[in-house]
């Protein structure tokens, strides 16, 4: 497969193999999130976007596994250091207990868990220099709650309306999108919420989300000394600084600034959720480098490849034992995957990539005949296409299968766009074209 030359081609989708698997699939998978019926050939050609179908047909995924695939299929940035390892079984140890080569002290051609550890602090800034992996999103989200509360003492915990951190028991207590996911689940208690300013343009004085009120924010509100929260009992405010599943919603300056502002005035400690936002995706390493947001922990995964809470030392808990994850540090092929992806971005410049195709994909879009789109917002190349009914976007993402491409939605009636982050002018050319005719058709 050349990715130069090649497109999307599509016979039938789903094709009858694919319907058999699928049905094969949920004999006995339990109910979940399932997005559409593609089934991706492993063993078939795949290149950047570019996959090939278990039927043979050849598909443009600006889906990005819900940004799981950063460097998209078959990176040879990442394969062809990873041919230099010797796979070997198990590829999961007992991370927190033993321990594994590292690249930096040996001659070895392929980083390992201490590697990555050492490169996310390298890049990360706000003098954060303690990481602790474990394996998923909701897992880096969990310990950073365990760090704050144990770090604070506090008891109340802040998050915003149309947040998402997790399927976890705690950071379901967290999450303000869609109830179903907290329905009949028992939570952490003296959980907060504050509107999070969806309009990334608005100043406090034009702010029409009810964050911003005539006598302060209501996180000010909340937290001063007519407010009903004592700001020496938060543990951390957690936020998004591009809600995901809420929607790809970007907030103004103003609110971040007032975030920042609030935070530093009452000591009040900030976790970031950058499972889906960071590791490069909207152009800078993390989606709190564009704000004035200077964040105390980081949790990061999905790009990645394992799941981290990247914080200072003195947050963390000094005594052993209040953390532990027996596959967390121990993966050693996923630790090998994230160290060599922070590297290909870095090496390729594939941040100001991100900047610049994300820019081309708005520009593109905006300048096309889109009927039923209402917004088009991004950052880097975290992609959001809002239409103006729920049932149009799903329609519109079934056209956009049929014709071979992957997209997902997000909130309730935008799809998020999220390629790789080496994606080619001609390959963002190709997909704003390929997405413009779904809207089209649908209309």
């Known amino acids: 497969m050349d990715r130069d030359s090649v497109e999307p081609q599509v016979d039938d989708l789903p094709g009858e193999r694919a319907r058999e698997l699928v049905s094969y699939h949920h004999e006995h998978a339990a109910p979940s999130t399932y997005i559409c019926e593609f089934v991706w050939d492993h063993s078939e050609p795949a290149i950047g976007p570019f996959c090939t ?20 299929y078959n990176n040879p940035k990442i394969l062809e250091r990873l041919e230099e390892f010797e ?9 927190q ?32 220099d303690t990481v602790f992996l474990s394996n998923t999103g909701a897992e880096a989200v969990e310990n950073a709650l365990k760090i704050a509360f144990d770090y604070t003492a506090g008891k109340y915990t802040i998050t915003c309306q149309g947040a998402f951190h997790g399927r976890t028991l705690g950071t379901l207590s967290l999450n303000r999108s869609k109830e179903v996911y907290r329905r009949r689940f028992p939570e952490i208690a003296s959980v907060h919420d504050v509107p999070f300013c969806a309009d ?45 599943e809420g929607g790809y919603r970007i907030p103004s300056d103003a609110f971040t600034d007032e975030i920042a502002a609030v935070a530093e005035e ?34 990061s995964a999905k790009a990645l490849r394992v ?50 195709r994300g820019r081309q994909f708005r520009e593109l879009f905006e300048a096309a005949d889109t009927p039923g789109v209402v917004d088009v917002r991004g950052l880097g190349l975290m992609l959001g296409v809002e239409l103006d009914e729920t049932q149009r976007r799903d329609d519109v993402q079934a056209a956009a299968f049929a014709r071979g491409l992957l997209v997902i939605g997000c ?33």
């Open 53 to 72: 179908d278990v039927d043979g047909n050849v598909l443009l995924d600006f889906a990005g596994h819900v940004g799981s695939m950063p460097l998209g």
């Open 87 to 95: 796979l070997v079984d198990p590829l999961k140890i007992a991370g």
């Open 97 to 128: 207990d033993f321990y594994l080569p590292a690249e930096e002290l040996s001659d070895r051609g392929v980083p390992g868990p201490a590697d990555l550890m050492d490169r996310l602090t390298d890049v990360t800034g706000y003098g954060m």
């Open 200 to 244: 990334r343009t608005c100043s406090s004085e034009t702010c029409d989300c009810g964050f911003f009120r005539e006598d302060g924010s209501a996180l000010r509100q909340m937290v001063r000394d007519t407010g009903f929260v004592n700001p020496e009992e938060v543990a951390a405010f957690v936020v998004e600084p591009v809600q995901g």
């Open 266 to 299: 009452f000591d009040i400690p900030v976790v970031v959720d950058e499972v889906q936002s960071g590791v490069g995706r909207t152009g800078e390493w993390w989606a709190s480098d564009h704000s004035a947001i200077e964040p105390d922990v980081i949790a």
């Open 307 to 356: 799941g981290a809470t990247i914080s200072r030392k003195e947050v963390f808990p000094a005594k052993r034992k209040r953390l532990s994850s027996t596959w967390g540090a121990g993966d050693i092929l996923s630790a090998a995957q994230g160290a060599l992806t922070l590297d290909a971005i870095e090496e390729h410049d594939l941040l100001d990539n991100a900047t610049e």
């Open 411 to 443: 909130g309730t009636k935008t799809l998020r766009i999220l390629p790789p982050l080496d994606v080619t002018e001609r390959e963002i050319r190709l997909g704003t074209d390929l997405l413009v005719e779904a809207i089209q058709d649908v209309a």
